[in-house]
């Protein structure tokens, strides 16, 4: 959402058609994350000027905070670790964390416990557009076992990314693995800021109780640095119920 750092918004315009948009469908809060990883370099000061020109422009209709799009490689890993709260969501405890596309570290239960042992804790954002991540639902299951979080894309719930990201997002949901969906909003067009339509859907497959939880709850949660929970489905969800006497 910040101008002009990243593969996101290129101009002071952009930003503020992307806070309009947010703001218009519903969000009342965003987390503006810029990348950290071999293409694009994370730096503090210049992320707090864009920040500060974008809030002065857009007024107060919406609350804007910083975190960060946490590529995993080693120096950002040893970065984040002399500097746990450099790249984290609002400087509290989450830490977005994408994977590649090319590689999945086969010590990534010891980074994360790394990670958490200096203060973060780790959200693996869109394993459902990950084919790798795809291919390794148990190693998603136990990482989070461990303390790590989930975060789907919005768009993806809604098939935006397609049936094989729109599967891979029902079977993390039916497993009760996600916590947190966002909009991973990179323009008004192709990646829009978007969050109601996932909302909707959330409400009609899974009831309202976790389409609250994912939405508004535990992205609160991650701005407060605070712990994040989910609803027990069982009573609420048909789709849940299925599920489960099916399994």
Known sequence: ?????DDGARTLEDSLAMVRMAAAHGTTDLVATPHANLNFKFDPDQIAERMAQVQKAAGDGLRLYTGCDFHLSFDNIQDSIEHPRKYTINQQRYL????SELLIFKNTEDIFARLRDAGMTPIV??????????????????????????????QSLTGGFGQRAQEFSRELLD????????????????????????????QNKYGDALAEALCVTNPGAALSGDDMGLPNLGSESSVWKWYKFWR
Do not use: Y
């Not at 959402?1 to 750092?5: D, V």
């Open 1 to 5: 959402m910040l101008f002009g750092l």
């Open 96 to 99: 977005l964390v994408e994977f």
């Open 125 to 154: 954002t869109h394993p459902e557009r990950n084919g790798l991540l795809r291919q390794r639902v148990e190693n998603i299951a136990k990482w989070v076992e461990q303390g790590a979080r989930l975060q789907l894309t919005a």
């Open 175 to 202: 497993r009760g693995l996600v916590h947190v969906i966002a909009s991973d909003g990179h323009d008004c067009e192709r990646r829009p800021p978007i969050m109601d339509q996932a909302r909707t859907w959330l």
